[in-house]
């Protein structure tokens, strides 16, 4: 069983290429929560799959509320890996989550990291098509390897981008992330069609349409920024950091 998180698509990406590797299956984490659906039986000898994107150097929030609820209905200790996604480093982002697992009794055997194209649009560019296609074709290799490590049951720290002191580097950006989050600087142009793509897409159910417009009515969101990047009107906009930049879906999800 592999679980997931994605916004755009690179992390349900992986998610996918994994499972049909492995000929396992997959379980949309986000879905699982809206539908308070988090109780799994598990198959004997059956490995336990998390592929989630590192933010800031940690994970998304969302991920603290879901291990917390999660429970397996099983009889043995599972296999149990973890696949980071990112746009260059991890940090100490595989340890945060081993330490809420190891909070819900649960033992993570081994982490891994795959570089993806990057989507912080609110700081960078989206990369050109070529650009994604080169970093698709390498995290492919990636994953192929991830894939191998897994069928013979590797075990500890695989995390081969966590980057010159991992554990500073989430100490330092993860509690701006934490902290932040804010929705107040969404803000929605004349380009938007109605469509409720944005409030479908919304992981954690901020967004509500209101006379044929979404509207924010959470403090706080995941900043996942799929209601940005997956609007096909590009209507949606973050202050001012997202108006010269692109958007990005992964183009295989």
Same mark, same amino acid.
């Given at each position: 069983?592999?679980?997931?998180?994605?916004?755009?698509?690179?992390?349900? /990406?992986?998610? $996918?290429?994994? #499972?049909?590797?492995?000929?396992?299956?997959?379980?949309?984490?986000?879905? @699982?929560? &809206? !539908?308070?659906?988090?109780?799994?039986?598990?198959?004997?000898?059956?490995?336990?799959?998390?592929?989630?994107?590192?933010?800031?150097?940690?994970?998304?929030?969302?991920?603290?509320?879901?291990?917390?609820?999660?429970?397996?209905?099983?009889?043995?200790?599972?296999?149990?890996?973890?696949?980071?996604?990112?746009?260059?480093?991890?940090?100490?982002?595989?340890?945060?989550?081993?330490?809420?697992?190891?909070?819900?009794?649960?033992?993570?055997?081994?982490?891994?990291?795959?570089?993806?194209?990057?989507? /912080?649009?609110? $700081?960078?560019? #989206?990369?050109?098509?070529?650009?994604?296609?080169?970093?698709?074709?390498? @995290?492919? &290799? !990636?994953?192929?390897?991830?894939?191998?490590?897994?069928?013979?049951?590797?075990?500890?720290?695989?995390?081969?981008?966590?980057?010159?002191?991992?554990?500073?580097?989430?100490?330092?950006?993860?509690?701006?992330?934490?902290?932040?989050?804010?929705?107040?600087?969404?803000?929605?142009?004349?380009?938007?069609?109605?469509?409720?793509?944005?409030?479908?897409?919304?992981?954690?159910?901020?967004?509500?349409?209101?006379?044929?417009?979404?509207?924010?009515?959470?403090?706080?969101?995941?900043?996942?920024?799929?209601?940005?990047? $997956?609007?096909?009107?590009?209507?949606?906009?973050?202050?001012?950091?997202?108006?010269?930049?692109?958007?990005?879906?992964?183009?295989?999800?």
């Amino acid at each position: 069983m592999v679980f997931y998180f994605s916004a755009t698509g690179n992390s349900a /990406y992986a998610a $996918r290429r994994i #499972a049909d590797t492995l000929d396992d299956r997959t379980v949309d984490i986000a879905r @699982a929560l &809206r !539908e308070d659906d988090m109780t799994f039986t598990l198959e004997p000898g059956e490995t336990v799959g998390f592929v989630m994107p590192t933010y800031f150097f940690g994970i998304p929030v969302i991920l603290h509320a879901f291990l917390y609820a999660l429970q397996f209905v099983t009889r043995e200790r599972h296999y149990t890996y973890l696949v980071l996604t990112c746009g260059g480093k991890t940090g100490a982002a595989g340890d945060m989550f081993a330490g809420i697992m190891r909070d819900n009794e649960y033992l993570l055997s081994a982490y891994y990291s795959v570089v993806m194209p990057d989507n /912080y649009i609110l $700081r960078y560019d #989206a990369p050109s098509q070529e650009e994604t296609q080169r970093l698709l074709r390498a @995290a492919d &290799r !990636e994953l192929d390897e991830i894939c191998g490590d897994i069928r013979i049951r590797m075990n500890g720290n695989c995390d081969r981008h966590r980057g010159p002191v991992p554990g500073l580097l989430t100490k330092i950006a993860y509690p701006f992330y934490k902290r932040g989050r804010k929705t107040e600087k969404f803000r929605v142009s004349d380009a938007c069609i109605g469509c409720g793509q944005c409030e479908k897409l919304c992981p954690c159910e901020a967004i509500k349409l209101e006379n044929g417009r979404p509207k924010w009515i959470e403090d706080q969101c995941v900043l996942c920024l799929a209601c940005i990047n $997956r609007c096909p009107q590009k209507a949606i906009q973050y202050g001012k950091s997202t108006l010269r930049h692109g958007r990005y879906q992964n183009p295989e999800a």
